[in-house]
């Protein structure tokens, strides 16, 4: 069976770079990308899930019921993330980083030191945002950008960049 990895991905995952996925609440996206960590912590490497958001916070034994290993993920909430784990973010430990918020919380000089960071320990950094993405407005430090939402055939994956196409999962 072809992994999420494999399909969000089929050059393979691009380590060493940031992704922005759009992914409103309500409209299941992070389910996607669940399963993308669930991946990742099968194969012991580890990973960290920032959340922003005060409103609601992670369920982790819903988490590891879906597939993701405990011994290999770590939550954090924060918002402001680039302030508060600025020490994690000059660390190699984590091979995965997803942060979970919204525009107010990261400025474009953030996504410049993730960038820099993510190809300096050659990490995959995962922006999620509470929106769609759209080709109007682009983020230069994010070569891959998705919007991710469920359809009637399970979920759907709009690719924004490097090319504009959509495949379901």
């Known amino acids: ?36 960590i669930s991946e990742m912590t099968t194969l012991k490497q580890w990973a960290l899930w920032v959340n922003c958001y005060s409103e609601w916070s992670a369920l982790p034994s819903a988490w590891f019921a879906r597939g993701v290993q405990p011994e290999y993920l770590v939550f954090a909430e924060s918002q402001r993330p680039m302030s508060d784990l600025k020490p994690v973010f000059l660390s190699p430990f984590f091979k995965c980083m997803v942060i979970d918020c919204s525009d107010v919380r990261l400025k474009v000089g953030d996504f410049a030191f993730l960038s820099h960071q993510a190809r300096q320990f050659n990490q995959l950094i995962i922006v999620i945002r509470n929106y769609y993405l759209s080709n109007s407005y682009g983020n230069i430090w994010t070569p891959f950008r998705f919007n991710i939402f469920r359809s009637s055939s399970g979920f759907r994956i709009d690719c924004i960049r490097p090319r504009y196409s959509s495949f379901n999962l």
């Open 1 to 36: 069976m072809v992994g999420v990895s494999e399909r969000l991905f089929p050059l393979g995952v691009p380590f060493g770079r940031v992704v922005e996925f759009g992914a409103p609440m309500g409209m299941d996206g992070r389910e996607v990308l669940l399963r993308l």
